[in-house]
Nanobody, 125 residues
Framework: QLVESGGGLVQPGGSLRFACAASGITLGYYAIGWFRQAPGKEREGVSEINTSDGDTFYGDSVKGRFTVSFDKSKNTVYLQMNGLKPEDTGVYYC????????????????????WGQGTLVTVSS
């Protein structure tokens, strides 16, 4: 089971940190992806981390602003979001897949087996 936390309302330029906590599994060899879905739009890949080797991937729209990380001691993946923009608004989901993903497939939602419940981020002044 994946449980996300950390959403909310933030002004443009602000920061938020999401957490994706796993229960029932140990995230030692998993691909954990972050996706978001804005109203009326398809789900979009934001970032992914392979917990086994720390490889990370980012969507072009968030490179340089978002950072994904894994805390093994807490069995939790984090997404630090800085420099938030109104277009970052949406429901954010974390997904998990046992194994690793690479640059060719990390942002395909069909690669992931389990999903969290989603958490809403609204970037607005």
């Amino acid at each position: 089971q994946l449980v996300e936390s950390g959403g909310g309302l933030v002004q443009p330029g602000g920061s938020l940190r999401f957490a994706c906590a796993a229960s029932g599994i140990t995230l030692g060899y998993y691909a954990i992806g972050w996706f978001r879905q804005a109203p009326g739009k398809e789900r979009e890949g934001v970032s992914e981390i392979n917990t086994s080797d720390g490889d990370t991937f980012y969507g072009d729209s968030v490179k340089g602003r978002f950072t994904v990380s894994f805390d093994k001691s807490k069995n939790t993946v984090y997404l630090q979001m800085n420099g938030l923009k109104p277009e970052d608004t949406g429901v954010y989901y974390c997904g998990s897949m046992s194994g690793v993903l690479d640059g060719s497939n990390w942002n395909s939602e069909f690669e992931y087996d389990f999903w969290g419940q989603g958490t809403l981020v609204t970037v607005s002044s």
